[in-house]
């Protein structure tokens, strides 16, 4: 059935294997032939392989084992080279995807788009996702408000303001996503022949995210969630809110199975979010030959955010700064004012959020014990709230045709 496959669900995993395979078991529920599935397992062992038996005459999964210390980034590609269809999803190994993502893939390829970027406006955390943080539950669904809006976006001009904002909160930035986002295989492909592989840097999400917003022809988002994002207690986001994001850049856990590895020297070199973001953004931009955009890249206004945020790491952070110390005073209580309300913007955001949270238009339902029973339930909530495909078709045909 290969190149059959108008979509591939792409999911790299590594030792997860209950999440896993009942991500893969909600995919395979919804009856669709269109629709494929890729799992790239890198765990220690084979039980993810022994629990999918049961699909072994499916046609629609491919599972492929590796075995071995590989990088994220290395099963990122894996992943992604066993795919067949015409367009990719990249999700994790915890979350899952909706229905009507085929009916918007079909929109896609009649209306020649290249990439999508749906809403996150639903997330499932699995029972007990917050454990490490001294709370216990059985599980809940988060729905933020959905309108079906869309709009076209221009990805290249939001890669600049990437780097005008030092590399940082790309997510909320209408770049292209691989990552809980569609995107038609040719731009992929493009990408591999300029650099030779689809994944570089050490962070594949925002490293393809870069390179496909500097790729893609046409990028219409819509506000609606064609996938559920998962939070388990064994998930990045669950390192982030316990502070195990953070460290000497040699015990980052994104060097595990990299033989060598050329940090970007406009990043300070130490082991966060906000270093490793900023350098795999770099590391596309230069894997693509656009040089020309590293003029854009703000490193004053990294230095503050790391400042304020990592001050344990003042002496590194300094280090890196000290080659553009020579700037004028002037530039410097600029950049200094323009982080300032970047920040103000961001807490302006997280308290809006909070209000949105507070209002009838946000959902929220406990007792969802997997991924099955967060999708069963959103369908559910979407026919209360009389949101269709039909209204999200509209949405987007309004929008391509104006």
Request: proline share 2%; net charge positive.
């Amino acid at each position: 059935m290969k190149n059959n496959f108008l979509l591939s669900v792409v999911i790299p995993t590594k030792n997860r294997e209950k999440y896993a395979s009942a991500t893969v078991e909600q995919i395979l529920n919804i009856n669709d032939d269109r629709i494929q599935v890729v799992i790239q397992d890198n765990s220690d062992t084979r039980k993810l392989s022994n629990l999918l038996i049961k699909h072994d005459n499916n046609k629609r999964l491919k599972y492929n084992y590796t075995e071995g210390t590989i990088s994220f980034v290395d099963n990122f590609n894996l992943a992604v080279s066993q795919a067949d269809g015409e367009y990719l999803c990249i999700i994790g190994d915890d979350d899952g995807i909706l229905p009507q993502i085929i009916d918007v893939v079909l929109w896609a390829k009649k209306n020649n788009v290249d990439a999508i970027k749906p809403g996150l406006n639903a997330v499932y955390f699995w029972p007990n996702s917050e454990a490490l943080r001294g709370k216990k539950d059985d599980g809940y669904l988060s729905i933020n408000q959905i309108t079906t809006k869309a709009k076209i976006c221009d990805p290249y001009y939001e890669v600049v303001k990437l780097l005008k904002q030092g590399g940082q909160n790309y997510l909320s930035l209408d770049m292209v996503k691989l990552y809980h986002g569609i995107v038609r295989r040719g731009c992929l492909q493009q990408i591999r022949e300029t650099t030779g592989k689809y994944f570089g840097g050490l962070s594949p999400d925002i490293y393809i995210s870069v390179a496909l917003s500097l790729t893609v022809n046409k990028l219409v988002e819509i506000d609606f969630p064609l996938t559920i994002s998962g939070i388990c207690n064994k998930s990045g986001s669950s390192d982030s809110a316990t502070g195990r994001h953070t460290g000497k850049l040699e015990d980052a856990p994104h060097f595990r199975g990299h033989k060598e590895y050329n940090w970007s020297e406009l990043v300070p070199k130490f082991y966060s979010v906000d270093t490793i973001w900023a350098d795999s953004a770099l590391a596309a931009i230069k894997d693509l030959n656009k040089l020309d955009l590293i003029k854009y890249f703000n490193l004053e206004f990294l230095t503050i955010n790391c400042l304020l945020k990592y001050p344990q790491f003042k002496d590194t952070i300094f280090l890196c700064y000290k080659s553009y110390s020579d700037k004028n005073y002037m530039v410097k209580v600029i950049n200094s004012a323009k982080y300032t309300t970047f920040k103000i913007n961001n807490i302006f955001k997280k308290v809006s959020r909070k209000i949105i949270r507070k209002r009838s238009d946000y959902y929220h339902i406990n007792g969802i014990v997997n991924i099955i029973v967060a999708n069963e339930t959103l369908q559910k909530r979407l026919v209360v709230t009389g949101i269709d495909t039909n209204t999200m078709i509209k949405s987007l045909d309004t929008v391509i045709n104006s």
